[in-house]
Nanobody
Framework: QVQLVDSGGGLVQAGGSLRLSCAASGRRFNSYAVGWFRQPPGTEREFVAA????????FYTDSVKGRFTISVDNAKSTAYLQMNTLKPEDTAVYYC??????????????????????WGQGTQVTVSS
């Protein structure tokens, strides 16, 4: 069993930065894939980034490449999403997620929320123009 607690959201002006944290409990977290998803107002949850345990692969959705960085500190059982050069369209509730590596058969599987079995409660990010 893994429990995740998201934090670090807030209100920031366009061009600013935030770092989201995802604190995990449960001894299996350090072997689990970690993903960040977001849900903008009135839309469905969408993939942002994934940190796999497979050969160091990391994936990002196109709209955040070069601006966001996902990382995991195994010693602290904490995942991060560093977000730079924020834009108003980044406004959303951000969720971290973790999944058993056996759930991912191909690289594309990391993009789908149903591959992740554990979720944080979400943290609101609002970017003003």
């Amino acid at each position: 069993q893994v429990q995740l607690v998201d934090s670090g959201g807030g209100l920031v002006q366009a061009g600013g930065s935030l770092r989201l944290s995802c604190a995990a409990s449960g001894r299996r977290f350090n072997s689990y894939a970690v993903g960040w998803f977001r849900q903008p107002p009135g839309t469905e949850r969408e993939f942002v980034a994934a940190f796999t345990r497979s050969g160091g692969k990391i994936f990002y959705t196109d709209s955040v490449k070069g601006r966001f960085t996902i990382s995991v500190d195994n010693a602290k059982s904490t995942a991060y999403l560093q977000m730079n050069t924020l834009k108003p369209e980044d406004t959303a509730v951000y969720y971290c997620a973790a999944g058993d590596p056996r759930a991912y058969l191909t690289d594309s599987d990391y993009y789908f929320s149903n591959r992740y079995g554990y979720w944080g409660q979400g943290t609101q990010v609002t970017v003003s123009s």
